[in-house]
Nanobody, 115 residues
Framework: QVQLVESGGGLVQAGGSLRLSCAAS????????MGWYRQAPGWQRELVALIADDGSTNYVDSVKGRFTISRDNAKNTMYLQMNSLKPEDTAVYYC?????????WGQGTQVTVSV
């Protein structure tokens, strides 16, 4: 069972940037497509970015052109660079596999974007 620890969140003004990290206790790549998810209060958790083992990426329309997902295989770590942040990006951000069975969810990292 891989353990996931998200970090890097915080409070930022609209238009600002943050870089999130997802540190894993074991290899998170290989055949796994990894993703960043977010959950805002009162909303379901949504998938916002994906990265496959071959490095290919995919994004939900609302973050395209603003967010960049990347990974460091040697460090078993995944990143989410978030630029031009908007108040609607406010949420708790999590990382996990795209497909089930997923690993246990980490505690997430809170991102709050003020107007």
């Amino acid at each position: 069972q891989v353990q996931l620890v998200e970090s890097g969140g915080g409070l930022v003004q609209a238009g600002g940037s943050l870089r999130l990290s997802c540190a894993a206790s074991g290899s998170i790549f290989g055949n796994n497509v990894m993703g960043w998810y977010r959950q805002a209060p009162g909303w379901q958790r949504e998938l916002v970015a994906l990265i496959a083992d071959d490095g290919s990426t995919n994004y939900v329309d609302s973050v395209k052109g603003r967010f960049t997902i990347s990974r460091d295989n040697a460090k078993n770590t995944m990143y989410l660079q978030m630029n031009s942040l908007k108040p609607e990006d406010t949420a708790v951000y999590y990382c996990n596999k795209q497909f089930r069975p997923r690993w246990d969810w980490g505690q997430g990292t809170q991102v709050t974007v003020s107007v």
